[in-house]
């Protein structure tokens, strides 16, 4: 394809889940609050093994219908039109907690505000595409200063990451995109986005409303092919789980599945650029969010088991994930929303998650994205997301990240969801360097093997001349930039 008929575009996104930054902060329709006579979703979780028959007839008992369960993790999903469900189920033999999954109690008043707004919003625009000639083979290449920082180039001399399997929990992937085609694998995609039930029909996994799962697919495995732009391992396999929905939404419900459908269908390395709603934080302490948080623990738990390593995007809050946090924004799905301290205890998921490799995110000038989360013992290594505050070395000087979108189209985009897919494609490559290594090895290699980034001198996020975060952890940075910056050369070295 000749530079000429590239079309560029700047990327849109639906929704305040996905771990992306956008201009300004952007009003999501929220969906109506169900009615009182209309039913509830709930996660009921059980024994962690074996048998859901107590369970279920517990469910069944109180009042509630099961719509989906997870013997594998001991979890159900269950509908009830009475409010105090999850209160009565808890206490019933074979049931560990119970929650609402999705549902606010309150019901919004005649007149009241239904909107929810994204945290650290500010975006980046898609800018013209000067000469195409690129350092590769592909012509949009010489935009890609973040494969650049990774050693991405060199290391595709050595491995593409052949036979490794990426699957990418977000919003869909374009399977007709030219530069994504020859490695989605359409046999193993999914949708989970119905109550958590997998449809294998190429309209349940493919893009329906956002474009942020084909570009994050791109930075993963765009082939190279003399098309637009190269991924970091652009040989991998690529799989579709599609748990977004038409709102913007992950629920829990589609989350689990998504995570089971990775360890139970030949899937190495997951990316997940997202948090799961409607909490920007998951309090321990309240039984309703307990109970979600325990079987999100379990799904991703269940995946590491099943040799999968599991990549997640830290988010795009600026908070520091170590200490208490002010939440204001919570639940984002409509309704009256909590002010709160989140301290010990309170998570975000699936990033702060056992089992889970947690990536911030870093500008082309190789320091922290004025948007990423950060925090001792929470950030496990840093990548390129982009941002727009720094300055790149190419043609076109964009800060954000060049990757791919639906209808064979290119686009930039700056958060810790571009973030994450990079560690992906290089989790990739270690993998097709070490198809004998576990999921454990795998996660210590892409540690090992990270570039230390110092701490900044001086961190001023907001721009007042003021210091406002301090990068603790001495030469490591590890409060930012948890063990450094992913490299891909190294991953293929060995």
């Known amino acids: 394809m000749s530079p000429e008929k590239l079309r560029l575009t700047p990327l849109r996104t639906v929704g305040a889940a996905l771990a992306l930054t956008m201009l300004s902060p ?16 709930f996660l009921v979780v059980g ?9 279920v007839a517990s469910v069944r008992q109180s009042g509630g219908t099961v719509t989906q369960q997870w013997p594998e993790i001991g979890v159900v999903l269950a509908e009830s039109t009475d409010p105090e469900f999850a209160s009565q189920v808890r206490y019933e033999p074979g049931v560990w907690a119970a929650g609402a999954s999705r549902d ?55 491995s593409g990451g052949a036979d490794v399997t990426v699957g990418i929990l977000d919003s869909g992937i374009d399977p007709r995109h030219p530069d994504l085609a020859a490695n989605v694998d359409a046999s193993r995609s999914v949708g989970c986005t119905e109550e958590g039930i997998p449809d294998r029909s190429e309209e349940a996994w493919r893009p329906s409303t956002s474009g942020h799962g084909t570009h994050v697919a791109g930075t993963v495995a765009a082939a190279r092919n003399d098309v637009g732009i ?22 829990p419900s589609s989350a689990i599945c998504g995570f089971l459908w990775a360890a139970e269908h030949g899937v190495d390395v997951t990316n997940s650029s997202f948090f799961v709603d409607p909490w920007y934080l998951w309090c321990r302490n309240d039984p309703d969010q307990a109970a979600v948080a325990e079987a999100m623990r379990r799904a ?8 999968v390593v599991n990549l997640v995007s830290a988010g795009n809050s600026n908070w520091d994930l170590s200490k208490p946090i002010h939440d204001t924004n919570s639940p984002n799905n409509g309704g009256p929303t909590q002010d709160r301290w989140a301290g010990p205890g309170c998570e975000v998921l699936p990033a702060e998650l056992p089992g889970a490799v947690t990536v911030s995110a870093v500008g082309p000038e190789r320091s922290k994205s004025f948007y990423s989360n950060y925090g001792i ?41 571009m973030a994450s897919p990079h560690a992906a494609g290089v989790t ?67």
Request: net charge negative.
């Open 26 to 41: 952007v009003a999501a329709t929220a969906p109506a609050v169900a009615a009182e006579s209309d039913p509830a979703h």
């Open 47 to 55: 024994p962690s093994h074996g048998n859901l028959d107590r369970t």
């Open 104 to 158: 606010l109690a309150e019901k919004l008043p005649e007149d009241g505000d239904s909107s929810s707004v994204e945290h650290g919003a500010e975006t980046t625009t898609g800018a013209a595409v000067t000469d195409g000639s690129g350092e590769g083979t592909d012509p949009l290449s010489d935009q890609q200063w973040d494969m650049r920082m990774i050693g991405a180039p060199e290391a595709h001399e050595t």
């Open 230 to 251: 190269a991924g970091v391992a652009p040989e991998a396999d690529l799989v579709s789980i599609k748990v977004v929905n038409d709102e913007g939404f992950i629920y």
């Open 300 to 307: 991703v738990s269940y995946a590491s088991e099943n040799d």
């Open 377 to 417: 013992t929470s950030i496990d290594v840093t990548a390129p997301g982009g941002d727009s505050r720094q300055q790149a070395d190419t043609p076109s000087g964009n800060g954000a990240v060049l990757s791919t979108l639906p209808g064979g189209e290119w686009g930039y985009a700056q958060g810790t969801s």
């Open 428 to 494: 990739a490559l270690i993998r097709a360097t070490h198809p004998e290594w576990s999921a454990e090895r795998v996660r210590w290699a892409l540690s090992a093997q990270a570039d230390r980034i110092p701490c900044p001198k001086n961190y001023d996020t907001d721009g007042d001349g003021e210091r406002d975060a301090k990068c603790q952890g001495g030469r490591t940075g590890s409060g930012f930039y948890g063990f450094g910056l992913v490299n891909a050369l190294r991953a293929v070295e060995g």
